[in-house]
Nanobody, 124 residues
């Protein structure tokens, strides 16, 4: 499975962005998919994820509220709507897919497939 993330950019505090992640390859299979982010010098952290089986969504600490994940199961595409962005949201955002579609996974090492990342820069 190949994941292609897009939609990043440079914005001002308070702006919104919508990230997209398109899957190719074995898209007939179903995967829990998620967005992670990593700022320079920091660990990769979960932003949000969604299972396939019942479309359960889950969020990292302090992520719910300004961030919203959605997905289309037909093609395993996943989206991240980010509102009221803050400078501390500046990071490289990665989409990821796990090995199954029924489990909620919070840790980065539980995901098998990763996209190349898209940069989000928020200025004050």
């Amino acid at each position: 499975v190949q994941l292609q993330a897009s939609g990043g950019g440079s914005v001002r505090a308070g702006d919104s962005l919508r990230l997209s992640c398109a899957a190719s390859g074995r898209t007939s299979s179903r995967y829990t998919m998620a967005w992670f982010r990593q700022a320079p010098g920091k660990e990769r952290e979960l932003v949000a994820g969604a299972t396939t089986s019942d479309s359960t969504t889950f969020y990292g600490p302090s992520m719910q509220g300004r961030f919203a994940i959605s997905r289309t199961n037909v093609d395993n595409a996943v989206y991240l709507q980010m509102n009221a962005l803050k400078p501390e949201d500046t990071a490289t955002y990665y989409c990821a897919a796990a090995a199954d579609g029924e489990t909620v996974y919070f840790r980065a090492n539980e995901y098998v497939y990763w996209g190349q990342g898209t940069q989000v820069t928020v200025s004050s």
